[in-house]
T-cell receptor, first 115, second 114 residues
Framework: KNQVEQSPQSLIILEGKNCTLQ??????????LRWYKQDTGRGPVSLTI?????NTKSNGRYTATLDADTKQSSLHITASQLSDSASYIC??????????????FGKGTHLIIQP | NAGVTQTPKFRVLKTGQSMTLLCAQD?????MYWYRQDPGMGLRLIHY???????AKGEVPDGYNVSRLKKQNFLLGLESAAPSQTSVYFC?????????????FGPGTRLTVL
């Protein structure tokens, strides 16, 4: 069964500090890995999408890495801001015949930035 | 562009009542999806549609029905609500299949069944 595990479940850091969120997956056959940001009371918003051949991808202060050999990904947030307080969800896409039901969602890491 | 919109934002039902959640997208996307999000769990796919007039079951379809009469709208129905259906419901859309295309999510509907 395809699975996505995220750690830590929750994290509290001070504003201005950096942090790294982890994602381990067992999804086959692997297509791509996505990181989403979900603000409280809102829908998820895409941060990055990485395919098998991509090791690193950045979106402003967010940098995602992918190690397809060990099936691990990380999301690094640099110089955190209060607006970074949110849940961060790792989503792994498997090749599927219909192309509509191949996503496995992690449970998310709840990040709180304190002033 | 409004993107993906959902109505209503909040709803409280009594066990056995019925309701319909409406999702609309203005991005001309072919694929649309309904997910539910429960505490401590990842998003789970309820039903999806790969085009106007088509629907298919996802991971947790029991107790729900859907219709896609127009390309831009995707309706989720609960015929006889149960407390186990208390959840936050998200609609999403993508240009084509999720294997290669980004999904765009709506703001969610928080449903409580008493």
């Amino acid at each position: 069964k395809n699975q996505v595990e995220q750690s830590p479940q929750s994290l509290i850091i001070l504003e201005g500090k950096n942090c790294t969120l982890q994602c381990n997956y067992t999804v086959s056959p692997f297509s791509n890995l996505r990181w989403y940001k979900q603000d409280t009371g809102r829908g998820p918003v895409s941060l990055t999408i990485m395919t098998f051949s991509e090791n690193t991808k950045s979106n402003g202060r967010y940098t995602a890495t992918l190690d397809a050999d060990t099936k691990q990904s990380s999301l690094h947030i640099t110089a955190s801001q209060l607006s970074d307080s949110a849940s961060y969800i790792c989503v792994v896409s498997a090749y599927s015949g219909g192309g509509a039901d191949g996503l496995t969602f992690g449970k998310g890491t709840h990040l709180i930035i304190q002033p | 562009n409004a993107g993906v919109t959902q109505t209503p934002k909040f709803r409280v039902l009594k066990t056995g009542q019925s309701m319909t959640l409406l999702c609309a997208q203005d991005m001309n996307h072919e694929y649309m999806y309904w997910y539910r999000q429960d505490p401590g769990m990842g998003l789970r796919l309820i039903h999806y549609s790969v085009g106007e007039g088509t629907t298919a079951k996802g991971e947790v379809p029991d107790g729900y029905n859907v219709s896609r009469l127009k390309k831009q709208n995707f309706l989720l129905g609960l015929e006889s609500a149960a407390p186990s259906q208390t959840s936050v419901y998200f609609c999403a859309s993508s240009y084509l299949g999720v294997t290669y295309n980004e999904q765009f999510f709506g703001p969610g509907t928080r449903l409580t069944v008493l």
